[in-house]
């Protein structure tokens, strides 16, 4: 979510609005374009919780919530958008932008068919590359084969194709997978780790609720050897 620091300058996406609400969900959109998204899954105290905490740490350092202030750009977002410069990448960001937008579409996968405690990701080499680093709890599976079979689907999955894979080897390096797209546009890497968190009082119950989802979920199956490919790109 946009918001302003002090400095002139906007974190987030500059102009993005929560438009509506539901039971299970958000509708987001930026002011000014007519398409739109829709994030599900958690319930509307979870969702209004998480914004609350936001904007609250926003306040904390001198900033401004942005995307409280309605159907209206800031002055700080105008000034922002008025004055930004093309980016010389903005090309190349372009081409690739297909792969963060389906993965965005796709994250039920990291509770339906993987098995991560917890995930994080970014972008890099000017957004051709995206990295979703999955760590996981000492004693579950990876599956990794499923995550990479669901992303590659023909018919519901991404144009990607598996280029590479490295196993995880715990305290000396991680699990890499590498996919990308035929046209070479975007690459995707998994990185794979494990880890023992340890669970704060008030996140006992999410946790718990993550270890319940991953228990109902078994097997694991091998991806293709492939000597000589390599997972780092």
Known sequence: MPASTGCDEI???NGVRITARTDRGIKLRRLGQPTSIRLTGLSRRAFQKAETALAERTCEIGGEASWLA???WTA??????????PLTYESTWRQAAWLPSGLLRRLNLLHTVALPQ??????SRLGEWWILELDHDAD???????????????EHGLPL???????LIPGKGLGLILLRSPDNTATLQLRYDRFDYPVK????????????????VTGEAQLPAMPGCSATG
């Open 11 to 13: 974190q987030g996406l």
């Open 70 to 72: 309605g159907d209206t």
């Open 76 to 85: 700080h977002e105008r000034r922002w958008e008025d004055e930004r410069q």
């Open 118 to 123: 917890v995930v994080t990701g970014h972008e």
């Open 140 to 154: 579950t599976g990876l599956r990794r084969a499923e995550l990479v079979q669901a992303l590659t689907d023909p």
């Open 161 to 167: 194709k598996l280029r590479g894979h490295r196993d």
């Open 201 to 216: 009082p008030e996140r006992a119950e999410m946790f718990a609720a993550i270890r319940r989802r991953i228990s109902a």
